[in-house]
């Protein structure tokens, strides 16, 4: 089954923190995962990326860790500002195909 | 350059009206997928386009939906006999293959069906 688990779905962090979300697939055929940030009325914008060959990408202040063994990764945010409030969505595909989404985790950064 | 653009941006009908719902990708990019999202839920994939032609309908709900992109760039979503669970955002996103990946949305269009 093609489905893709997030966690926590809400996160409360003070400005300055490192939120981390958190998200396990089930399907090994998957190979692209990004990370989409959605604020309230608009379209999901894609942040990051990562594909199963590295364990690791950085860009900025946002990091994604990947553990092809265990099919989890994992988005961190460095130096959190109240900017970054926003609802975080972690994804996967197959081909070029389309994206399943985890459920969502609704980030609030406190200033 | 401008990004993905969906019109309208807000819909308003009745239960059992007809709906179409227009999408224009990025300049170039040939692959076009819809998606629909519910309230404090992720997108859910409803169908995806490379060129002209629909290479997965699998998300579809039922046959009251359907979608074309005839010349290969606008989409239109059109929604037959509507219901209230229809109400969603519907979002279409596109990319400049679909080997490429990276998929880039535009707003959405928010149906309401009371």
């Known amino acids: 089954q093609q489905q893709v688990k997030q966690s926590p779905q809400s996160l409360i962090v003070q400005k300055g923190g490192i939120p981390i979300i958190n998200c396990a697939y089930e399907n090994t055929a998957f190979d692209y995962f990004p990370w989409y940030q959605q604020f309230p009325g608009k379209g999901p914008a894609l942040l990051i990326a990562i594909r199963p060959d590295v364990s690791e990408k950085k860009e900025g202040r946002f990091t994604i860790s990947f553990n092809k063994s265990a099919k989890q990764f994992s988005l961190h945010i460095m130096d959190s500002q109240p900017g970054d409030s926003a609802t975080y969505f972690c994804a996967a595909s197959r081909g070029g195909n389309m994206l399943t989404f985890g459920g969502g985790t609704r980030l609030m950064v406190k200033p | 350059g401008a990004g993905v653009s969906q019109t309208p941006s807000n819909k308003v009908t009745e239960k059992g009206k007809y709906v179409e719902l227009r999408c224009d990708p990025i300049s170039g990019h040939t692959a076009l997928y819809w998606y629909r999202q519910s309230l404090g839920q992720g997108p859910e994939f409803l169908i995806y386009?490379?060129?002209?032609?629909?290479?997965?309908d699998s998300g579809l709900p039922n046959d009251r939906f359907f979608a074309v992109r005839p010349e290969g760039s606008v989409s239109t979503l059109k929604i037959q006999r509507t219901e209230r669970g229809d109400s969603a955002v519907y979002l279409c996103?596109?990319?400049?293959?679909?080997?490429?990946?990276?998929?880039?949305f535009g707003p959405g269009t928010r149906l309401t069906v009371l």
């Open positions: 996103a596109s990319s400049l293959m679909a080997a490429r990946n990276e998929q880039f």
């Open positions: 386009f490379q060129g002209t032609g629909a290479a997965d």
